[in-house]
């Protein structure tokens, strides 16, 4: 999964040939198929292997906070939370966010899309019922959960698409910026 994820980060999905993943972990093409059905069938895999862990840097981060400002705050820092070369699977997963919306061919490849939907449905529901709940103390203004957890939500994986490790900004940087973005959103 490793070389996977170099190889698209670099290449890109499109460009990234099966055998030169193969190549780069030094097994034969065939191989592969032991541990995938498909160039997609990895793709989707660590999609929702970084949903994952999505969700459970934000579980970890807000599960022991009373205080929603701070635990929307803390959430969107645990976002950022990692090493630069984290960002990796985190701008695959945003650049191919298209491959959940149509149900695929291969049982493997659907299994993983399907996984998947129900982790993005889990993030947006965890980030909405958050965000609720600060409405309900009054900490937030009384607007639509939902759309706001999108909106957020929408922000905080933006940097994906710009973000490189060897960006002039520090992971922590963007998060402590993000998060302040946010709760101006929000609040």
């Given at each position: 999964m490793a070389a996977a994820i170099d190889r698209f980060a670099s290449d890109g999905f499109e460009h990234t040939k099966w055998a030169a993943i193969a190549g780069d972990v030094g097994i034969g093409e065939?191989?592969?198929?032991?541990?995938?059905?498909?160039?997609?069938?990895?793709?989707l895999t660590i999609m929702r292997t970084e949903l994952t862990r999505f969700l459970e840097r934000f579980q970890r981060a807000t599960g022991p906070l009373e205080?929603?400002?701070?635990?929307?705050?803390v959430a969107v820092r645990a976002a950022y939370l990692g090493v630069p070369r984290d960002a990796q699977p985190r701008r695959i997963l945003c650049n191919h966010l298209d491959l959940l919306s149509a149900p695929r061919l291969l049982e493997s490849e659907e299994r993983e899309r399907r996984h998947s939907r129900a982790l993005v449905r889990a993030i947006e529901q965890g980030w909405a019922s958050l965000i609720r709940r600060g409405v309900e103390s009054g900490d937030f203004p009384a607007r639509d959960a939902d759309l706001s957890a999108r909106l957020a939500l929408a922000l905080v994986v933006a940097v994906w698409g710009w973000y490189r490790p060897d960006d002039q900004y520090t992971l922590d940087e963007i998060g402590l910026f993000t998060s302040e973005a946010v709760l101006r959103l929000v609040a």
């Open positions: 065939a191989t592969l198929y032991y541990y995938y059905e498909s160039k997609a069938h990895c793709l205080n929603p400002n701070e635990a929307l705050r």
